[in-house]
T-cell receptor
Framework: KAGVTQTPRYLIKTRGQQVTLSCSPI?????VSWYQQTPGQGLQFLFE???????NKGNFPGRFSGRQFSNSRSEMNVSTLELGDSALYLC????????????FGPGTRLTVL | TQLLEQSPQFLSIQEGENLTVYCNSS?????LQWYRQEPGEGPVLLVT?????EVKKLKRLTFQFGDARKDSSLHITAAQPGDTGLYLC????????????FGSGTQLTVLP
């Protein structure tokens, strides 16, 4: 089975812009979760989508949003980018609803200038 | 929100040495997962422990879940350079509002 894929792998944006990241889960996995990883805060949960509905949400501002399509692919959007949004954004899929075992993609490295 | 503490934060050892990484909390967990993350990649699930006192082995890696399900350890025997990476524990909280919380990680470097 192919693993979780994320695009793009690297992204550079400037403050105030918005960005959309994409994630394709492992075939058959209906749960897709998004995480932010930074050296200072570690790995933090953003939200989870299961069957096209957001089922769980972490403690992030409303600038961070997402959606899931009928084929389980997911997108995450960050609006009005801030310098502190620079991070590795990881997508993870699972055959069961969060918070069970997570199968991570390689991540998207976002740099905000 | 439960807090997961991992120790040590950094560990640099020579090939062939043994090591233990710890994951501790004051909260009781429903289950605990261990992941390894290599540079430029996402974390990869190594094991899940569910029962208090449970011990699982994965080749040279031994994982133990504390009897009270508040802590866990990862022991590596005869470490190899390929073991280098960031080791993360992640705990599933017990109760109705289940959450998955990641520890801050242990960065392991095994020198040849």
């Amino acid at each position: 089975k192919a693993g979780v894929t994320q695009t793009p792998r690297y992204l550079i944006k400037t403050r105030g812009q918005q960005v959309t990241l994409s994630c394709s889960p492992i075939s058959g996995h209906r749960s897709v979760s998004w995480y932010q990883q930074t050296p200072g805060q570690g790995l933090q949960f953003l939200f989870e989508y299961f069957s096209e509905t957001q089922r769980n949400k972490g403690n992030f501002p409303g600038r961070f949003s997402g959606r899931q399509f009928s084929n389980s692919r997911s997108e995450m959007n960050v609006s009005t980018l801030e310098l502190g949004d620079s991070a590795l954004y990881l997508c993870a899929s699972s055959p069961r609803q969060w918070p069970n075992e997570q199968f991570f993609g390689p991540g998207t490295r976002l740099t905000v200038l | 929100t439960q807090l997961l503490e991992q120790s040590p934060q950094f560990l640099s050892i020579q090939e062939g040495e043994n090591l233990t990484v710890y994951c501790n909390s004051s909260s009781v967990f429903s289950s605990l997962q261990w992941y390894r993350q290599e540079p430029g990649e996402g974390p990869v699930l190594l094991v899940t422990v569910v029962t208090g006192g449970e011990v699982k082995k994965l080749k040279r890696l031994t994982f133990q879940f504390g009897d009270a399900r508040k802590d866990s350890s990862l022991h590596i025997t005869a470490a190899q350079p390929g073991d280098t990476g960031l080791y993360l524990c992640a705990a599933v909280s017990s109760g109705s509002a289940r959450q998955l919380t990641f520890g801050s990680g242990t960065q392991l470097t095994v020198l040849p």
